[in-house]
Nanobody, 121 residues
Framework: QVQLLESGGGLVQAGGSLRLSCAAS??????MGWFRHAPGKEREFVAA????????HYAGSVEGRFTISRDNAENTVFLQMDSLRPEDTAVYYC????????????????WGQGTQVTVSS
């Protein structure tokens, strides 16, 4: 069992930045992803990165503003969020999947409990 722990969420004004972290022992062997869930909406894919960081993928709504990265030596994956907008407000979840790269959220095997991100106007 892989235990994922997200941190770094909070309240920020529109145009500001936040850096989310996800830590877990041994996560260097997993493909990693970030998802978000806003009230009244379905769970939404945000970003993903392969186990060796040779490829990454972003939702169109965040591409150019968010950056996913990882430090396998420290067992941590990051989501740098810049130019935040009120519509980015959601609970952000970290998830892990064994190779090959997942094609759908249901392919992720392990999930964290989430961290709240609130962006004010």
């Amino acid at each position: 069992q892989v235990q994922l722990l997200e941190s770094g969420g909070g309240l920020v004004q529109a145009g500001g930045s936040l850096r989310l972290s996800c830590a877990a022992s041994g996560l260097g062997s997993y493909n990693m992803g970030w998802f978000r869930h806003a009230p009244g909406k379905e769970r939404e894919f945000v970003a993903a990165i392969t186990w060796n960081a040779d490829n990454s993928h972003y939702a169109g709504s965040v591409e150019g503003r968010f950056t996913i990265s990882r430090d396998n030596a420290e067992n941590t994956v990051f989501l740098q969020m810049d130019s935040l907008r009120p519509e980015d407000t959601a609970v952000y979840y970290c998830a892990a999947s064994t190779p090959p790269p997942p094609l759908h959220w249901s392919d992720f095997n392990y999930w964290g409990q989430g961290t709240q991100v609130t962006v004010s106007s």
